[in-house]
Structures are given as C-alpha cells and as structure tokens.
C-alpha cells in the first residue's frame, strides 16, 4: 500500500523498477570507464552507490530509493564536469537525471496528500490526552449522583411537583472540574474537536460504568451541545482546506524540472521545498485554530459579526437582515407529522372486549390533546412573527412602526403564550450552565426526536448568549426594562421547553419495552413459553459463536487455498447468519406464537444436521471439530425439560384490566380540565398536557405487561384466552400513549423549540443593531 502522502511517500514497486534498469544502464557504463581508468575514487565510488540503491528492496519507499540516486547523481557531476566528450557518462546519466525529474514531479503531486498526515497527526495527538482526561477524572471522585430529573425542573407545574431529586447547587471542586471538561472542548484546534468529542463521550460511558452518575451525565451533556457545531467546524476547516489545496495545485503546474543538470536539480527541488513547506505551515495554523473562535463567530453571524464580534463597536443598522441571517437552517414552513392514532389489537370477545371498545371510544372522542393544541398555538404565533417581519421590510417603514411590532410581540406573548414579566417565574438554576448540564442527553428513539434536541441545544445556545449581551453589553436602542422584558421571557419558553424535554427521560425507554407488537390469541400462542424462550435464546447465543468461529476457519481455509472448503464454509456462515436474523424477532417477543418458534423448529429439525453433514464433507480437520461439538450439543438440547412449576397471581388479569380503566379516565379527565375556559395560553395547554402525560402512569403500564407475560407463561389452556386479552388491551393502551401521547408532546416540543429560537433570534438582533431604520444609521 502506499503511504498518506501518495505514491511517492509509500511504496512503488513500479517506480522502483525503472530506476533498476537505469542503474544497471550506469553500472555497465562505469565498468567500461574502470577499464580505461583503473582504480578511479570518482569511478568507484559511483559504482557502488549505484549497486548500494540496486541492492534496495524494491518495496522501499520512492523518497528513500530517489535519496540514493540523487547521491549517485551528484558524484557523477563531478566526473561529468572534468571528462572530455569521449569519457563522459553520458546518455545514462542523462536517463538517471530524467528520472529523478520525473520523481520530483511525483512528490510534488503527492504534497496534497501530506495535509492528510497533517490531520492524523492532529487525531494522534488528541489521543495522547486520553491519559491525562483519565487522571481529571479519577481525582474528580466516584460520587453516584441520583437518576432522574432535578426537582427544580417541576417548578410550577402541579401535577409534577415534588418528583425528581432535590439539587445540592454548585459544588466548587465539581464546578472547576466542569469548567475543566468544557474548556477541554472549547480550546481544542479544529484537526482534534471531533477526536476530542468521541473521547469525551467514551468517558461519559467509562463513568457511568463505574456509577458516576451525575458527572457522566454533565459529559454526556457537553458532548451532545457541542457536537452540533461540528458541521459548522467542519465546513470552516474545509473552506480554508480547500484554498490551500488550490494554491498547491497551482504551484505544482507552475514547477519546472527543464534542467538535466544536477545543480540545477537541486536549487529548483529546494525552491519548491520551501515553498510546499509554507504551505503545510499554514496548514498546521489552520488546524490549530481554536474551536471557541469559530462557535463565537457562528454565534454572532447575522448579529454582531458587521460589528466586529462581541467587544467590537455597536451601531445600528438601516436595513432588516434576511431570513438566512436573523434564522440560519430554520425553515418557515413545516412540522413534525401527526401520530396515528388508537390501534386496537383484536381481542375474542367478553368483558375485556367490551372495556377495550369503551376504551377506544374515551380516547378518540378527544378532539384534540392540550399538546397539540399548543404546538398549532407556538406555530401560529411563529408564522405572525415571519409575517410580520415580512411586511417591516418594506419601504417607508419607521423606526416608530417596527417598535410597535416589538410591543405588540411583547402582547402576543403574554396574550397567546402565557409568558412575560412576572407571570410565570423562573427558578434561578435555569440561569446555571452547571445545572442545565446536570439533566443530561435525552435519547428517544423516535423519528423527529433529532431535529426536537436540535432546537433545543440551539435554544440553550442563544438564550444564554442574549442573557450574557444585555448583562455585559446592554443596547444603545432600547432600554433595560425591554432588556429585561426580553430575557424574562425567554427564560420562562426556555423552562417550558425544558420539561416537556424532561418528560421522555424515563417514559419513552419504559413504554417501548412493552413488547406486544399484535393481536394474541389463544390457537396461536404455544405451550411451554419459558422453556421455548430459554431455547431460543441458547440458540441465539451459540450460533453467534458458531458464525464466528466459522469465519475464522474460513480465513484459515482460504490461507491454505482449497477453494473447495472456503465454498462449504461459506455456504456454512449465510446459514448461520440467516437463522441468526430470522431469530431477532423471536428472542425479543414477550409472548411465542408458533409462527415466532418456527425458525427455532426449523433449526432443530432441518438446518443442524444439514450444517453438520457440509462440514463433515469439508473433512475432520481440527479447526472444525469445535464447530460440531457446538452443533451436537444444540440438537442434543433441543427439548428442555420443565424447571418446576412456576406460580402466578389468580387476580393478575383483572387488576391489569382495572389499571388501564383508571388510565384511560384518568388521561380523559386531565385532557378536558380546563377546556371549558376558552382562549387558553400556550403555558396553560402545556401545563394540561403534562398531566395528561402522568395520567398515562407508564410505570402501571409497564407493571401490568411484565406480570401478564410471567402469567401467560404459566397459565393453562382454560385461562389462557382471558389473559391474552388482557394482555392486548395492555398493548392498546401502550400503543396509543407511543403513538398519541408521545407524538403529541413531541410536535410540541418542537414547535415551541422553534417559536423560542425564532423569538430570542429577534431579540438578540434588536439589542445589537435596534430597528435597522435610516434614523438610527
């Protein structure tokens, strides 16, 4: 292979060979003047450089083969200088010095390629601070920290109050030590952010592992804010990147290699040395700028960068900036999809049948949840402000009438959302960046969920940032009631932000494991659950090991070249590997439908033996034996006998089918309390919407599957029906709170992520520059 510089740092074989058939063109020359001139020093030496290079191993690197041909090239010169026509070297030389022009054309070529040795050279040198992450940590201690959401988060919302763990404010050691980590972040050069970050989140694992419970989550905090200016470092890395690979190219057209004369050789390789060389030192100052200096100019974009950054001169601006400016990557138009809705898994009839159709009706005669309500509530009020913005854009627009549309702003959002000085207060850890980092990373695996974190983290970002303007800076344009007016605000959108975010800590990990996917009944689930599962389950865990060791054995076999065995054992792996996929559902279901058990019958009647009889055709060679013992011992224990018999509660089915009652009116009463008032906020449908969530007691839903599963498992033929209907009225309520309740919260989390991005953007926009109007240019 060849090395990051290209063909010329790494190994050429072809290369490598003309330069042997020019040398030897040289060597029969020199041994003809040896004859003439016996013992020459010039002669002899040249020879034996020229057999000292002959003798390299041709897989040698060109730089190290061309080394030696230019020393070879730089005697001959000297014989060259002084010798009469007749005696001269002559034509050989001449091809050894084309040579090495047309090698040096080559290295200048592969100079493109050293930017990337740059790069890696960076990603090492993140590495080596692994060590020394390793000791910040281990003198930063072992303390647990609790699971969950701090209390504070809670502050004024009824149904939640007093859930989460009570925060014991900003301990000095543990401050420093985040002070540590972000600055570890924020001052590393643009090659080592991104292998900074990767080290930094296997960290936040290690200590978790270790139960560092509240540091990992602060990690997992700073990995996950910073990581969403990574495209922006990124693409200012290969803007710069880009320039300098021009200029290079340019450079190597613009190389001259005319002259055959040694001399001549080596002032023109020097030359473009010194200049390749300043154009990887300006590399190296590219990739060491720091990661700080460019969030700071991505923060400031299309606020105070005409100022020249933060501590530059403020002066107001006389035209209003576009929509790529005030709201970079924020689309006007579009929201997250709707959910779909009940799914009732089908049930045989009875009692429970009845209550699953109750059910059904309560929940789709809702017109419409309190979270969706006020996600069309943050959407409207975000369109006003887009249209608004519109309409002061045109011509013969006074600084008065775009102070009226702050005023206005100011009404809608007290009038529509809920939010203004006074009205709804803030608890002071929403001002921590410690505290903010405490909560943690929420991962949902839901679709959406990404671009919901995305307004969020940018949220965090511009808050915190027009909270530093005003306190640092102030404005020139405005006055400091409507400073405050603005930050109070954003900080009361932030909080609510921040619990609807909250609210998937635990619940969405808890309901998705609920794991009815379907309707059950009765004809179609089979006996012996614990016992098939056991076996599906061994099943899985050997023939993973089988697929690997085969593999192995199939990169031994093709070491020796029987083509033969490589195609049995090939064969032998996609068996593996098909059975292994077709058990993926099998070995996560909570309940076994004959359908689920047939890969595992399929197997045990089929497959084994067929996989048995190819590897014995391949022959009894060692490195297969441990292959077929693997496989025997599956068939042997094919069939499990009973451990015992298990025992299950006699009122498990009824109290799972009373629980979801109780959910069911319970989300129904806390969606329709307080819809007999009329025009309600944004902040009230928000606070109506968290309690439908808690309504929902995911951790009941839970409760109730796992114990129908544990029944079903146990339960004979006679009760077997009423329990699977249980346990798919179960799997209704689960699903209609994943695909209802959750969608819901999250389509509200993201409209009113991007109303308060949308709105703080403004902000920050009118302290810095105030109503970009001619009276104030």
Not at 28 to 33: D, N
Not at 306 to 323: F, H, Q, V
Not at 508 to 515: A, F, H, P, R, T
Not at 591 to 617: G, H, Y
Request: proline residues 2%.
């Amino acid at each position: 292979g060849m090395g990051k510089g290209g063909s010329f740092s790494g190994e050429n074989v072809g290369e490598v060979l003309k330069a042997e058939k020019a040398l030897g063109k040289v060597v029969m020359r020199i041994t003809a003047l040896l004859k003439a001139f016996p013992s020459h020093a010039v002669l002899l030496c040249i020879g034996q450089v020229a057999e000292r290079v002959r003798g390299l191993d041709v897989r040698e690197p060109l730089a190290k083969v061309l080394s030696g041909i230019e020393v070879l090239l730089k005697k001959a010169q000297e014989w060259e200088q002084h010798a009469s026509p007749r005696v001269k070297i002559g034509q050989p030389l001449e091809d050894i010095a084309k040579l090495v022009a047309d090698w040096r054309k080559l290295e200048l070529e592969s100079w493109g390629g050293l930017l990337g040795d740059r790069e890696e050279k960076c990603e090492r040198s993140a590495r080596k601070l692994w060590a020394r992450m390793w000791k910040v940590l281990e003198e930063a201690g072992g303390e647990s920290g609790e699971e969950g959401v701090p209390a504070w988060v809670w502050k004024n919302l009824k149904a939640l109050r007093g859930l989460g763990f009570k925060s014991d404010g900003e301990d000095r050691e543990r401050h420093e030590l985040i002070k540590t980590l972000d600055s570890f972040l924020l001052t590393a050069g643009l090659g080592e952010f991104k292998q900074r970050l990767k080290l930094m989140e296997s960290f936040a694992g290690e200590v978790r592992w270790c139960g560092g419970i509240e540091l990992s989550r602060i990690m997992s905090s700073l990995v996950e804010y910073y990581s969403r200016f990574l495209p922006v470092v990124e693409r200012h890395w290969q803007a710069q990147k880009e320039a300098i690979e021009k200029r290079l190219k340019n450079e190597v057209k613009l190389a001259k290699w005319d002259d055959q004369n040694y001399y001549a050789l080596a002032e023109t390789t020097e030359k473009n040395h010194r200049k390749l060389n300043g154009f990887l030192k300006e590399y190296d100052e590219v990739l060491g700028q720091g990661v700080g200096t460019v969030i700071e100019m991505a923060m400031n974009k299309g606020v105070r960068e005409k100022e020249g950054g933060i501590g530059g001169e403020e002066r107001g601006a006389t035209e209003m900036p576009s929509d790529t400016e005030m709201w970079a990557g924020v689309a006007v138009s579009g929201e997250l999809g709707a959910g779909s809705g009940w799914s009732r898994a089908p049930v045989e009839g009875g009692d429970i049948a009845r209550i699953c159709n109750v059910a059904q009706k309560h929940l789709e005669k809702l017109p419409l949840s309190p979270a969706k309500e006020a996600s069309e509530g943050c959407s409207d009020l975000t369109a006003s402000i887009f249209d608004r913005i519109s309409v002061l854009r045109g011509e013969g627009v006074t600084k008065a009438m775009k102070h009226r549309g702050l005023v206005d702003l100011f009404k809608a959002l007290k009038t529509n959302a809920g939010v203004g000085g006074g009205v709804w207060r803030t608890p002071h850890q929403i001002r921590s960046w410690f505290e903010l980092l405490k909560i943690g990373r929420v991962d949902v695996d839901l679709p959406g969920w990404d671009k919901c974190s995305s307004y969020y983290n940018r949220c965090l970002a511009e808050v915190s940032r027009l909270r530093g303007e005003v306190k640092q800076f102030g404005s020139r344009f405005i006055g400091s009631r409507e400073t405050g007016l603005m930050v109070g605000v954003s900080e009361q959108l932030l909080l609510m932000l921040l619990q609807q975010r909250c609210l998937f800590v635990e619940g969405v990990s808890e309901i998705l494991k609920v794991g009815v996917g379907g309707g059950l009944r009765a004809e179609d689930v089979v006996d012996g659950q614990r016992e098939k599962k056991r076996a599906a389950a061994r099943l899985v865990d050997k023939l993973r090991v089988v697929a690997g060791m085969l593999r192995d054995v199939k990169i031994l076999a093709s070491s020796m070249g029987d083509g033969t065995k490589v195609g049995k054992l090939e064969k032998c792996v996609d068996m593996a590997e098909r059975t292994l996929e077709s058990l993926k559902e099998t070995s996560s279901a909570a309940v076994l439908t004959k359908e689920l058990c047939r890969p595992v019958e399929d197997w045990q009647e089929r497959q084994n033996e067929e996989m048995t009889s190819i590897l014995k055709e391949a022959g009894d060679e060692w490195w297969t034996r441990g292959v077929r013992v693997i496989l025997d011992e599956l068939q042997r224990k094919a069939k499990v006998e009973p451990e015992g018999e298990a025992s299950s509660r006699a009122d498990v089915v009824d109290e799972a089918v009373k629980t979801m009652q109780i959910i069911v009116q319970n989300v129904v009463k806390a969606s329709e309390r307080g819809k007999e008032e009329e025009d309600l906020t944004v902040a009230q449908l928000h606070a109506l919407a968290t309690s439908a969530w808690t309504a929902c007691d995911i951790a009941a839903i839970r409760r109730c599957h796992d114990e129908l599963v544990a029944h079903v498992e146990v339960v004979d033929r006679e009760g077997l029906p009423r329990a699977l209907e249980a346990l798919n009225l179960v799997g209704s309520v689960s699903r209609w709170v994943s695909e209802v309740v959750f969608r819901d919260m999250m389509t509200l989390n993201y409209s009113a992520g991007k109303m308060l991005y949308v709105i703080v953007r403004v902000f920050r926009q009118i302290v810095a520059k105030g109503f970009c109007s001619e009276e104030e240019g």
